[in-house]
């Protein structure tokens, strides 16, 4: 059975940082394309992240302005997950933060990398609060 679960989330005075965790289960991450993805109450989901596959597509990572320069995405092959390093956390990165995965290397292409309907693999989330 395929699944991912995140982890690391939490709540963090403006300015923090955290770390998101996405570790997978019977499959290899790697071989996948692997978005972040969060969502804020009564907003749409948005792409936040995303690395496509280490080996054909040669692990090429892409950021959403919003976060450029904050937000870092990184694989741990060895543990068979993908990380999200949130740095300068705003009040407005505070979200459900979901991690994504698909084969067909939805990151590759601009027009799909933050189509949530092309990631095939969800994890179930993880709440990210921002405040002082």
């Known amino acids: 059975q395929l699944q991912l679960v995140e982890s690391g989330g939490g709540l963090v005075q403006p300015g923090g940082s955290l770390r998101l965790s996405c570790a997978a289960s019977?499959?290899?991450?790697?071989?996948?394309?692997i978005g972040w993805f969060r969502q804020a109450p009564g907003k749409e989901r948005e792409g936040v992240s995303c690395?496509?596959?280490?080996?054909?597509?040669?692990?090429?990572?892409n950021y959403a302005d919003s976060v450029k320069g904050r937000f870092t995405i990184s694989r741990d092959n060895a543990k068979n997950t993908v990380y999200l390093q949130m740095n300068s956390l705003k009040p407005e990165d505070t979200a459900v933060y979901y991690c994504?995965?698909?084969?067909?290397?939805?990151?590759?292409?601009?027009?799909?990398?933050?189509?949530?309907?092309?990631?095939?693999?969800w994890g179930q989330g993880t709440q990210v609060t921002v405040s002082s």
């Open positions: 019977g499959f290899t991450l790697d071989d996948y394309s």
């Open positions: 690395t496509s596959s280490s080996g054909g597509s040669g692990g090429n990572t």
């Open positions: 994504a995965a698909d084969f067909g290397e939805p990151c590759v292409y601009r027009s799909t990398r933050y189509r949530p309907r092309d990631y095939r693999y």
